[in-house]
């Protein structure tokens, strides 16, 4: 059963950091466990002011703008974190650099960056858990579950806008590891295909090459360690479309092993003989422009267990 907790008037005078933000997706932001419907009905009804005055959704939050937030119901679920606690105090020990603006850490994979979908939570709510003095901690962007690596959570509104910014102007530098089916050609360097997000009937998302309705898409290539049957490669994502680097690796005849979506059913049976169980796509690298310092911010995250132990089994060519 669960228990409901009852907010009285609450008056927020708005910090710089979130200037610009819409004052809908503040309140979702804040009212944690408060459906949106709930939210949307109490800006609408105009019981949400801003300095005195009705506003809609839509409105862009100024620094000093007294909001009052109306008496509320927030619904208090069963801690689905505490359930699984472990997994949770994991992420302590894949924080790969910390300070007063981001976080980066070594995201394990099988472990989703949010909640939802069925899932209960991913590593953004359980982060939160941890750091709860840390309101306002926002996912910069997104990883696949079953890719593992450099994953960038921003601590202020600010940073995340910056970071934002840097991924807009392609000027964050992401590098993965994969290892890919037969011998990639050493003249494939890059690959522009573009590709065109789907939504199946039963919700799953699956990307396709597609030259009339496709996004611009760019991945460039470079080999790291041939084996038999098999490529170590890194990738660079120019662009960054949902599972570029698996779609522009299948398409050109290489699939990642023990890719569940787009693989090779044979190599990924030949790779799960060597123990492997999880895709093998890593983001491996990440440099970025540190949001305070303006300087780069390199930082590397190693190969789990499960990839390095793959890896010893194969023959080098």
């Known amino acids: 059963m669960t228990d409901d907790i009852k907010l009285g008037v609450q008056i927020v005078e708005i910090e710089p950091d979130f200037s610009g933000q819409r004052v809908d997706n503040f309140l979702i932001t804040r009212l944690k466990g408060v459906p949106k419907s709930v939210i949307y009905r109490v800006l609408r009804k105009g019981e949400v002011r801003i300095n ?136 494939l360097r890059k690959v522009t295909e573009p590709l065109r997000k789907n939504t199946l009937q039963s919700g799953e998302r699956m990307v396709r090459v597609d030259h009339i309705e496709g996004k611009e898409s760019e991945t460039r290539f470079r080999i790291l360690q041939r084996y038999q049957q098999s490529t170590l490669i890194e990738a660079f994502p120019v662009t960054g479309r949902t599972h570029q680097i698996r779609v522009h690796t299948a398409c050109k005849g290489h699939a990642i092993a023990c890719d569940d979506k787009y693989g090779d059913a044979a190599f990924t049976e030949q790779m799960k003989g060597l123990g492997l169980k999880r895709l093998f796509l890593h983001a491996f690298s990440l440099r970025v422009v540190h949001p305070a310092t303006e300087t780069t911010l390199a930082v590397e995250a190693p190969l789990d267990a499960d990839l390095s132990a793959a890896l010893q089994q194969l023959k080098r060519v």
Not at 114 to 125: A, P, T
Not at 148 to 166: D, F, N, P, T
């Open 52 to 187: 005195k005055k009705r506003i809609k959704p839509d409105y862009k939050l100024q620094a000093g703008d007294l909001l009052r937030i109306p008496p509320i119901t927030v619904r208090k679920e069963p801690d689905a974190i505490s359930n699984q606690l472990a997994v949770v105090k994991q992420l302590e020990h894949c924080i790969l650099f910390e300070d007063d603006h981001l976080i980066i850490l070594n995201k394990p994979s099988g472990m989703a960056v949010h909640g939802g979908s069925g899932l209960s939570f991913g590593v953004i709510e359980a982060l939160r858990a941890l750091r709860p003095d840390d309101r306002h901690l926002e996912l910069v962007h997104r990883l696949d579950r079953d890719t593992s690596g450099c994953l960038m959570i921003a601590k202020k509104r600010s940073v995340l806008r910056h970071m934002h910014q840097q991924l807009r102007d392609k000027t964050v530098e992401k590098k993965y590891h994969a290892l890919v089916a037969g011998d990639w050609p050493a003249k």
